[in-house]
């Protein structure tokens, strides 16, 4: 079934089962093994249960896998190493493999070593674009601990006061357990928006708030095709822009990965950092107690009266999984122009195409 999100773009509506086999066979003609292919196609249809699909963390991410692994970015089955691995802390070297999986197993080595010392650190390097953030995190969060994911990325962003990027989105995803609920989960990159949205609001000839980004010589506009080729702008205007600096030295240059504007540069080695944070809450507090002070603290903050009574105050991560639940009733959204392209990419590898 086709409805439109915008005025111009179609999508249609398919079941998530359908678009999780798809997503697996596409990855496993791409060489990927079934750990690989399964752990992947669970993230993309995550983001898909989540987000807009303007902002591309979907199945359009596909078409980045089909043309990294052919050119040989990304490395099926990588021969991963872990390089240091002490009682709180591990370095993992993804070996150019799925930044996915790389993210996966950093976030399960995190978890198994909190669960003994209460907290943990894992870093990554040799990496590539590893989905969405929250997704690592939610990790953390279904095995009862609070995870924090983050990651460095492309350069899209320009140090306060400047218009030269150098900088990426660096986006966080940061999960916390609940008892007999989600989790609060905050899923953000570092900038007001990203340039997958800009350019859905191009093509449906929308114009932008001013404030996500600039034109190439540091004006505001609200016109997303003067700003493709400029700098994306920080949350929290000079906030934004120093917890992207601190996130990169974290990930980037703390871990041996690329940082600032060498990373995502070079299509055949991207060598992204990432960083997975586990911390077990009961290091503290017994379980009970954590839990019993968590929803007493969320009651405080849910009860204040919103400003409009139509839009009452929300926890991080309730859109996203009131939308999950939506979605996974009623279909999930994906462009026609994604459709199409993937049909081409699918005859190719002979996979079948039930799109």
């Known amino acids: 079934m086709a409805y439109e999100i915008g005025n111009k773009q179609l999508v249609n509506y398919y079941e998530e089962e359908i678009l999780r ?29 989540w987000w807009h699909p303007g902002q591309g963390q979907g199945l359009e991410k596909l078409f980045r896998y089909h043309r990294r692994v052919r050119n040989g970015g990304i490395v099926p089955q990588a021969q991963m190493v872990w390089l240091t691995d002490g009682p709180s802390y591990s370095l993992l070297d993804a070996a150019k493999g799925f930044g996915y999986v790389a ?34 995190a939610w990790q953390a969060a279904k095995a009862g601990l609070i995870g924090w994911s983050f990651t460095n990325a492309k350069a899209e962003m320009a140090p306060w006061g400047s218009a030269q990027v150098v900088l990426g989105t660096n986006p966080w995803g940061i999960a916390i357990p609940r008892r007999d609920a989600a989790p ?46 400029g700098p994306l702008l920080p949350i929290g205007e000079y906030k934004g822009y120093g917890l992207s600096l601190v996130t990169d030295v974290l990930s980037g240059v703390m871990t041996g990965a690329l940082f600032a504007g060498a990373v995502f540069q070079d299509d055949q080695n991207y060598d992204v950092g990432h960083i997975m944070l586990a911390i077990r809450p009961d ?9 019993e002070r968590l929803e007493t603290f969320i009651e405080e903050v849910k009860s204040t009266t919103p400003i409009d009574p139509r839009y009452p105050v929300r926890l991080p991560g309730e859109v996203e999984f009131e939308r999950m639940q939506k979605r996974r009733r009623y279909g999930i959204p994906v462009s026609r122009e994604t459709v199409e392209g993937l049909r081409s990419r699918a005859d190719e590898l002979n996979v079948p195409f039930p799109l």
């Open 184 to 229: 609060i989960l905050l899923d953000m990159a570092l900038t007001m928006s990203g340039k997958g949205m800009m350019r859905w609001y191009m093509n449906e000839g929308r114009t932008m708030p001013e404030n996500w980004a600039l034109t190439p010589d540091g004006h505001t506009t609200s016109d997303p095709a003067k700003s493709m080729d």
């Open 21 to 49: 086999q798809f997503a697996a066979d596409f990855l496993r003609a791409l060489a990927a093994n079934e750990e690989e292919a399964t752990i992947i196609a669970d993230g993309l249809m995550t983001a898909s249960l």
């Open 283 to 291: 290091a503290f507090l017994s379980r009970r107690q954590f839990e």
């Open 103 to 136: 993210a996966h197993r950093a976030m399960q080595r995190a978890i198994e070593k909190a669960q003994q010392s209460g907290v943990a650190l894992v870093g990554v390097r040799n990496s590539n674009h590893f989905g969405i953030a929250g997704y690592h």
